[in-house]
Structures are given as structure tokens and as C-alpha cells.
């Protein structure tokens, strides 16, 4: 039996590398450079990472299995998704050790709130309770909105942190009201236990309250996975912020925030009345993929400034995320667990975003806000290899084959197809994903077609380019050799499985547990799961 200590080791390992960073901050003269802290960061998150990968290779977390009293819950889904914020922080850290000093805002303020940020996100995906979800949340977020204003003499940067602080708060506030709602009609904190509640009683899943309570927690993430028409905060915090921050929320915010709609949705509310009744949480997520698609899209195809453009791309890439949670399968024979499409599109998206706003920061590395085309017109004349890490970049998310965005589509497209009832929604996506093409080519046309305007000089930096470089090889190592990350993000989505489905051939560590929990053959057929005493 693995400890919780063991279990929460890279939670323990972050909130370790945060407060150092945290005390050398308060210690170290303020005139002193703190790059050697995005350093200390990008190696704790490389520790994190191995103790995750160490965790991965445990077979009691082949199922879920519960630590700190059932506050946490660790599963190969949580690990692999911990796994990507883990990367994903680790190259954004990197990028920031000379785009900082250059942007005059070296404090070792921003490390410290990285980490802290990053145990925030990890704690979400791997949450076993509500109120664990809202105060990871509310780490993760806090932290967020301090990081978009960290350049304080900004006024794009005070105006984006602003709109971010008020949107966010409204979504934290209808998110606890949600949870309240839950909790009044299952007189349940834990999702194992919201889950069985709602699984073997008719009163609470017949409840009109229980309704109301999923439509509020689904829209308090749709906010934070910048779903369309709760995405109206994101164009503007996207390009105010610092390209180094930029690319941390669009990579880690969204890899943690959907982690944890999944897994409450799934666990939560995988039953029928749930997912087809007469407010069904399928409609509901298919119509916030098809807003999020048009609208990213359409709005995309008018902007010049590069970090915009991508900000309408990450409302764009929420459409097609969802549509991993609407090709779920349902009925009798559901394990109520994901396919590998959501892992690995994240996955995929994570390693593009963190390329492309890396070469952002090189573009903006002397004190530039404003990143539109003429900042990276002929940008392949100045720089051949940072235009190439911004054409694959731009590639993968467009979903090229030999990347890692093709990959992620098309495992999302083929687990979307088993159902023949939403064939009009792959259509559609495909038909968004050409007009996505008009955007992300114009960027590597301008990149290597149009003359130099500007004449802006680039950010000279070993950390960028090696951030951006390493995002680029792994971008197309998962693009042409897919085999173990399909393998991995499959694992990690079928690990995610309600404990209290008939039929569910897995076993669960359930909450207060003295040990794993086992499972049984029942004499149906079905198994059931059992504590052992």
C-alpha cells in the first residue's frame, strides 16, 4: 500500500520549490537578478514529473486510488494530465528566465506563483471532493490573475488582470453555488459519494435542485476552459499579459480545468438522467462545443496580432476538446471513461502553445506589447529557427498530419464517429478546422513570405530557444511515432471509471478505505466492488 506522502509527492515537491522561491524572494537584495529561480522551478517540475512517471508504473493506481481521506484521488487520468501541466510549466518557466529581464519585471515574485499555480492546477485534476476542486481552484486562479498584471506599469496588462479578477470571481462564486446545491440534495461532499447517491437513489437524481446545480458547475468551468459565450475575457487577458504568462494559462489552466469538468462530469453525473434526461448535460456540451468552434474561428480570421489570433485559436480548441466529453459512451455497457482523445489532444496542445508563445516572448523580448505582424513579418530571414518552431507550431494546431494536433484530432473525430448520431458534429468540426487554416497559414506566410517592416529586434536567448525547440521535437515525435502516447492517454481515460457502475470491470479505492478496494465477480456476472477488511 503506497502512503499518502508517496502519493502527494509532486504536490509536495511544488509546494516545496513555491515557498523557496517564496523566501529567496524575500531575502535575496532587490537590485539582484533572480533567473538562476526559473532554473530552481524547471527542475522541481522535472523532479515532479519523475515521481509521476514513478506513479504511473504503480499497478495499485491502474483504478483510482484515494489519499488524504479521500480528498485526493490518484488514477493514471489524474497522473497523465499532471504529467502535461508538469511539461508544461517546466518549458514556460524556461522561457521566462531572459523574457522577464527583459521585459523589466525580474522578480522572483513570478516563480513563486508559478509553483504555486502549478500545485493548484495539479490538485484539481487530481481531486476527490468539491470542496478540494474550489480550493485548488481558487489556488490556481488567485495566482493566475496576479501573474496577468505582473507587469504593473502596463496598462494592457492592469486592464487584463482586472477583467480576468471580476470574471473569475463571478465563475468561482456560481461554482459554489452549485456545489451547494449538490451538497443540499445528496448530503454529499466526495464524488464517490455524490456519485452513489444519485446512482442508487431515484429522489436525488429526479431532483430539479440536482439540475440546477450540474448547469451551474458546468458553467463555472465553462469560463475556465474559455468556452463560447463565457469566453469574453479571453482575447483581451491573452494579449495584456506577458507572453510567459500567456503561455502558462493556455497550456496548464486549460489542461487543469478540463481535467477536473471531466472527471466531475463522469463521476458525478454519468447516469441517464444526467446525460439524456430533460436537462441533459450532452446537449448542454455539445452546444458550448459548437458556439466555442464558430466563434474561435470566425473571430480568428480578423486578427493581426499574434496573440490574439491565439487566444480565438485556445476558444476554438475548447470546441474541439468537448467533443471528447460528448463522444463518451453511454448506456448499459459504459464504463462512464474517456477514450484517449481528451489526454492526448491536451497533450498536443500543450507542446504548440508552449512553442508558439515562446517565440512570442523572443518577438517581444525588447519591451514590445504589441506582437502583430510586423513584429514577425520575415521572421524566417532573421531568425530560420524560430520561424520553423512557429510553423510547426501553427501546423499542430491546425491539426496536420506528422504532428501532435493531428493526432488529437483524429483520435477525438474516431471516438466521436462509434456514435452515428453525432456525425453532423464531426462534419462540423471539419468544416471548422478548414477555416482554421486560413488563420494559422497566414502567420507562417507572413513568417517567411512578407518583407521585414519593422525591423524589431528579437530577444537573443538560449532559454527561449531551447523551450521553444523542445516543444517542437516532442510536437512531432507524438506526431510521427504516436504509439505510447495513445497507449498512455487511453490508459489514463478508461482509468477514469465511477465506482459505483454496474458492469464496471475495474476496482476503486473508495474514500476512508484502509485499502485498495477489490473487486469481486457478483453472481450476474457484473462485478461489484468491495472493501476489504
Not at 458525478?268 to 436537462?279: K, L, Q, S, V, Y
Not at 474561435?296 to 476558444?315: D, P
Not at 467533443?323 to 491536451?346: C, D, Q, R, T, W
Request: net charge negative.
Amino acid at each position: 500500500m503506497i502512503s499518502d506522502l508517496v502519493l502527494a509527492s509532486p504536490l509536495l515537491i511544488l509546494a516545496f520549490v513555491g515557498l523557496l522561491a517564496l523566501m529567496a524572494g524575500v531575502l535575496s537584495p532587490r537590485d539582484t537578478s533572480t533567473r538562476w529561480l526559473g532554473y530552481v522551478v524547471s527542475f522541481g517540475c522535472l523532479i515532479a514529473l519523475g515521481a509521476v512517471w514513478w506513479l504511473w508504473g504503480q499497478p495499485q493506481l491502474t483504478f483510482q486510488t484515494a489519499a488524504m481521506s479521500g480528498s485526493l484521488t490518484f488514477d493514471h487520468f489524474g497522473l497523465a494530465l499532471a504529467g502535461i501541466i508538469l511539461l508544461g510549466t517546466l518549458l514556460t518557466s524556461l522561457a521566462a528566465v531572459d523574457y522577464l529581464p527583459a521585459q523589466d519585471v525580474d522578480h522572483p515574485e513570478y516563480y513563486a506563483l508559478v509553483a504555486f499555480c502549478a500545485l493548484g492546477m495539479v490538485a484539481l485534476v487530481t481531486a476527490g471532493d468539491l470542496l478540494t476542486v474550489f480550493v485548488a481552484l481558487e489556488v490556481m486562479s488567485i495566482g493566475v490573475y496576479i501573474l496577468a498584471g505582473f507587469k504593473r506599469d502596463s496598462p494592457y496588462a492592469t486592464e487584463s488582470a482586472m477583467k480576468y479578477f471580476i470574471m473569475g470571481s463571478f465563475a468561482s462564486a456560481v461554482l459554489l453555488l452549485g456545489i451547494a446545491f449538490i451538497y443540499g440534495v445528496t448530503g454529499e461532499i466526495t464524488l464517490v459519494g455524490i456519485s452513489r447517491a444519485f446512482h442508487f437513489q431515484d429522489g436525488p437524481a429526479s431532483d430539479p435542485l440536482a439540475a440546477i446545480g450540474m448547469v451551474l458547475i458546468l458553467a463555472a468551468f465553462a469560463f475556465k476552459v474559455a468556452a463560447a459565450p463565457f469566453h469574453m475575457w479571453v482575447p483581451d487577458v491573452y494579449e495584456g499579459a506577458l507572453s510567459s504568462v500567456t503561455g502558462f494559462m493556455a497550456v496548464a489552466v486549460k489542461t487543469a480545468a478540463f481535467g477536473a469538468l471531466a472527471r466531475i462530469l463522469l463521476t458525478c453525473f454519468g447516469d441517464e438522467a444526467f446525460r439524456t434526461g430533460p436537462i441533459s448535460w450532452e446537449v448542454f456540451i455539445a452546444g458550448l462545443a459548437v458556439a466555442s468552434m464558430l466563434a474561435g474561428n470566425l473571430m480568428a480570421l480578423a486578427q493581426t496580432n499574434l496573440k490574439r489570433m491565439l487566444a480565438y485559436s485556445a476558444v476554438a480548441h475548447t470546441g474541439y476538446l468537448l467533443l471528447a466529453l460528448v463522444a463518451v459512451p453511454g448506456g448499459e455497457l459504459s464504463l462512464n471513461a474517456l477514450g484517449g482523445g481528451l489526454v492526448i489532444y491536451l497533450l498536443g496542445y500543450t507542446l504548440a502553445n508552449a512553442a508558439a508563445f515562446a517565440v512570442a516572448a523572443a518577438l517581444g523580448g525588447e519591451d514590445v506589447e504589441d506582437i502583430s505582424e510586423p513584429a514577425y513579418a520575415g521572421l524566417a530571414r532573421r531568425s530560420p529557427t524560430l520561424a520553423f518552431f512557429l510553423a510547426v507550431a501553427m501546423l499542430s494546431l491546425l491539426g496536420i498530419p506528422a504532428t501532435a494536433g493531428f493526432v488529437g484530432k483524429l483520435t477525438i473525430f474516431s471516438e466521436l464517429l462509434a456514435d452515428p448520431s453525432w456525425l453532423w458534429l464531426v462534419v462540423f468540426a471539419v468544416v471548422n478546422s478548414v477555416i482554421s487554416a486560413f488563420y494559422y497559414l497566414r502567420v507562417i506566410l507572413v513568417a517567411y513570405m512578407k518583407d521585414e517592416s519593422g525591423q524589431m529586434r528579437l530577444l537573443t536567448s538560449r532559454t527561449v530557444r531551447f523551450s521553444a525547440g523542445l516543444a517542437t521535437v516532442l510536437t512531432l515525435a507524438v506526431g510521427l511515432l504516436p504509439g505510447n502516447a495513445l497507449e498512455a492517454s487511453t490508459d489514463a481515460g478508461r482509468s477514469l471509471a465511477r465506482t459505483t457502475t454496474p458492469g464496471l470491470s475495474g476496482a476503486v479505492a473508495l474514500p476512508h478505505a484502509s485499502a485498495e478496494a477489490a473487486v469481486i465477480g457478483a453472481p450476474d456476472g457484473a462485478p461489484e466492488v468491495q472493501s476489504p477488511r
